[in-house]
């Protein structure tokens, strides 16, 4: 007796799932989400940024920290605090990320994007 791995019905239910994930998918691939970071420092808004506007990257000098503006991204480049776990949190680029330097009273906060969707990154 011969045994069969894939049989007709098993490619096309293959077949029907890759093709509502693409439909599912295409949205995002084309959307223009408005990406925003909200700079705060000692409890106060210091800088609004556009970062889906961002052409070249630079670096936004506040008190006590520096952080690296790019293209859809943000992060914490340096600060005085000792532990550096600020810098070590890597770059910020999905809405709702959050980077916090508790010595520098320092708080990036990524919005703009669509509120309350389902996120495939995990921490």
């Known amino acids: 007796m011969k045994l069969k791995l894939i049989r007709k019905a098993d490619i096309i239910i293959l077949a ?10 295409l ?11 909200f700079v705060y420092q000692n409890g106060k808004a210091v800088k609004e940024i556009d970062l889906s506007a961002v052409e070249e990257s630079y670096e936004l000098k506040l ?23 600020c810098v070590k ?22 919005g703009g994007g669509k509120e309350n969707q389902v996120d495939a990154v995990s921490y």
């Not at 084309?30 to 925003?36: A, D, P, Q």
């Not at 520096?66 to 991204?73: D, F, H, M, S, T």
């Not at 809405?95 to 708080?107: H, I, L, N, Q, R």
């Open 89 to 110: 949190c890597g770059k910020l680029t999905h809405t709702g990320d959050t980077a916090v330097c508790v010595p520098t009273k320092t708080v990036i906060t990524l």
């Open 27 to 37: 949205p995002k691939l084309f959307s223009e989400e408005k990406l925003t970071a």
């Open 16 to 25: 029907v799932l890759l093709a509502v994930s693409l439909v599912l998918l």
């Open 63 to 85: 008190d006590n920290a520096v952080i690296l503006v790019e293209k859809n991204a943000i992060s914490f480049f340096d600060a005085s605090c000792p532990d550096k776990l």
